[in-house]
């Protein structure tokens, strides 16, 4: 049978120390990781929405800025009239200097009241006016006339076709206009552009408003430049990225966000066109259908976590090898005392005890009080030990005789050859980890209940026991076989007779299980108003009410006196059991049974709570 290999206490408690500071460090790192990870998401994630909430704000108010100018011109009617009249004279005019004159002073006109419209610091970059026929009023940046090809322009059929409304492009290069910031080298423009029209709601010409780039989106370029890691991208109702204006995304993220169905004001992980995880958050300006969307790379918001991780698991390795060498030198010198100890202890052999020539015992020198006062205990115990060695050997006979008896009553023959039989059978069969297990619960049952040292023992040790001996009767009956032990936690270290539930244990296997599996045995203990109570139930329901009858009056017809020699500790049967609690707690014991038939048989026993001290005064009648 194999045995497991024993641990020097020097190694056991490195081994603990060390183990204990590991997991404790491993523990604090899982949770500070996992709260720090996700604090920073959730940080990240509110930074991208406030990104998007101020990007969509600030292009808002120069998109409004914008559409307020094209509306201020298309419904005066000031403004209409002298384009009507410009244009009139300017086809008339030919080379009439008259008609030119008036043409130009109308324009004149026309300038003055949009230039008052867009104000001293230019809120548009240029404003111009179309007619149908082809003629185009400047009237922003410079104040000029001039014969275009309307339809040519690509924003012509979609405005004709709004009637009225706004519409706005694409980022347009022009290099005839002045750009600012970050915009100087691109030179790209947005025009928002309407047709303005007559009392029969027919087309008469368009009005231009044209920004630069950088106007509109130059807080989104801001923030842009602060965030390296970040992007933000700007898609306009046609899903055609507007911002970055000077370059374009390998992948359209509104095309994306409208495939998915992605929720507007929170963050989204998506993985990318290059294979990357990213976070994303988009809002949407209603009053024009863009997108303003901020993207940033899943590993640039791990990143300080990362770090954060290799730092803590440098530390942690130091930290372990260090305590690992604390734990070493501290364990060594804790247990340099207890290997004195064991040293000294094995010099008490049974040799040495009957010799008549003293051997002192090697002394520990140890500074912990518990120590010392362990190795005192122990040589007093020697001492004592070779003072009343004769009246030892003389008792030596009757108590050996005595524990024959016990063993004899205790050990059942049956439950031996079966168990010695499993054992055999299961070794034909190669089961060596259950005959080790099977055996290592035999051996402890028997040194149990082999033992005489204590006649008491609390309930935890008892039940403890008594699960031994199941879990060898398990190997006979295997799924057949099925028991509870509930020991309530009030009720562990309340102290009891020894082996008192074993009779009540092996009479369900002689009675209660005569019939077919599978079989349930419930062990139950609690405490109720000072007194312990164990309950034994059983499924056979065997005992009838008659045979409960007779069971309960032969037993308080029993004659304490007469019967108390032939009582051993281990004495089996319900006989045994009941005179022992008798004699323990007298009229304030507890024995009962109840039975429903062909349901369950309930034993109960149980007496008032005792102190050690008290059975002690009472141990002398057991």
Same mark, same amino acid.
């Given at each position: ?422 054992? @055999?059978?299961?070794? !034909? ?5 259950? %005959?080790? &297990?099977?055996?290592?619960? *035999?051996? $402890?049952?028997? #040194? ?76 139950? @203990?609690?405490?109720? !108003? ?5 309950? %034994?139930? &059983?499924?056979?329901?065997? *005992?009838? $009410?008659?045979? #409960? ?74």
């Amino acid at each position: 049978m194999h045995r497991p290999q024993k641990l020097s206490q020097r190694i056991y408690l490195f081994l603990i120390y060390g183990l204990l500071i590991f997991i404790l460090l491993i523990c604090f790192f899982i949770f500070t990781y996992y709260d720090y990870q996700k604090n920073m998401i959730s940080e990240d994630s509110k930074n991208s929405i406030n990104m998007c909430s101020s990007v969509r704000e600030a292009v808002t108010t120069q998109l409004d800025q914008m559409s307020t100018i094209s509306v201020n011109i298309v419904y005066s009617n000031a403004i209409k009239s002298n384009f009507n009249e410009f244009s009139t004279y300017y086809q008339k005019s030919g080379n009439t200097p008259n008609l030119l004159i008036a043409s130009r002073e109308k324009a004149l006109a026309i300038h003055d009241i949009v230039t008052a419209m867009i104000g001293a610091f230019q809120s548009a970059s240029d404003v111009k006016m179309y007619t149908l026929d082809g003629y185009e009023i400047e009237l922003g940046y410079r104040m000029s006339i001039n014969n275009v090809d309307v339809k040519s322009f690509s924003w012509y059929e979609d405005t004709l076709a709004l009637k009225g409304h706004k519409y706005l492009t694409a980022p347009v290069y022009d290099n005839s206009l002045p750009a600012t910031g970050y915009n100087e080298k691109s030179k790209k423009f947005i025009s928002l552009t309407r047709s303005y029209l007559d009392a029969n709601n027919e087309p008469e010409g368009f009005v231009e408003i044209i920004q630069d780039c950088n106007t509109i989106f130059s807080l989104a370029s801001q923030l842009q430049e602060e965030n390296k890691g970040s992007r933000i991208l700007i898609y306009n109702s046609r899903d055609e990225q507007v911002f970055p204006y000077d370059s374009t995304a390998k992948e359209n993220y509104a095309s994306l966000i409208q495939k998915q169905n992605l929720e507007e004001h929170a963050n989204h992980t998506i993985t990318g066109a290059d294979g990357k995880e990213y976070s994303i958050t988009y809002q949407t300006i209603s009053d024009y259908g863009w997108n303003v969307v901020h993207l940033k790379p899943y590993s640039e918001i791990i990143a300080p976590i990362v770090a954060y991780r290799n730092r803590f698991l440098l530390i942690a390795a130091s930290a372990v090898c260090l305590t690992l060498i604390i734990c070493y030198v501290i364990s060594k010198q804790l247990t340099k005392p207890l290997r004195n100890l064991t040293a000294a202890t094995e010099k008490i052999t049974i040799n040495r005890v009957l010799d008549e020539k003293k051997i002192n015992l090697t002394t520990v020198d140890s500074n912990i009080k518990e120590l010392s006062i362990l190795c005192n205990a122990i040589r007093d115990m020697y001492e004592k030990l070779r003072t009343t060695t004769q009246d030892a050997l003389l008792a030596k006979n009757e108590e050996d005789r005595a524990h024959l008896q016990a063993m004899q009553s205790l050990i059942n023959p049956h439950f031996l050859y079966n168990s010695l039989t499993n054992i @055999s059978i299961m070794a !034909e069969e190669g089961m060596n980890e259950d %005959i080790a &297990d099977m055996c290592s619960a *035999l051996c $402890d049952y028997m #040194r149990y209940i082999s033992s005489t040292l204590d006649m008491i023992v609390d309930i935890r040790t008892e039940a403890f026991y008594t699960e031994k001996y199941l879990d060898c009767m398990k190997y006979r009956f295997a799924d057949d076989l099925i028991f509870h032990i509930n020991i309530e936690a009030e009720s562990e270290h309340v102290l009891i007779p020894k082996l008192i539930i074993q009779p009540f244990v092996e009479n369900a296997f002689k009675y209660a299980f005569a019939s077919s599996g599978p079989w349930i045995l419930f062990l139950h @203990s609690y405490i109720k !108003e000072g007194f312990w109570y164990i309950e %034994i139930k &059983d499924n056979g329901g065997t *005992l009838s $009410d008659e045979n #409960r009858e007779h069971i309960l009056s032969s037993l308080k017809s029993m004659d304490a006196r007469k019967d108390l020699k032939s009582l051993q500790i281990g004495g089996l049967g319900m006989k045994s059991t009941y005179m022992r609690l008798k004699l323990l707690y007298g009229e304030k014991m507890v024995f009962d049974i109840s039975s429903r038939k062909y349901i369950e048989t309930v034993f109960t026993i149980g007496g008032p709570i005792l102190s050690k001290e008290e059975y002690d005064e009472k141990i002398t009648d057991l």
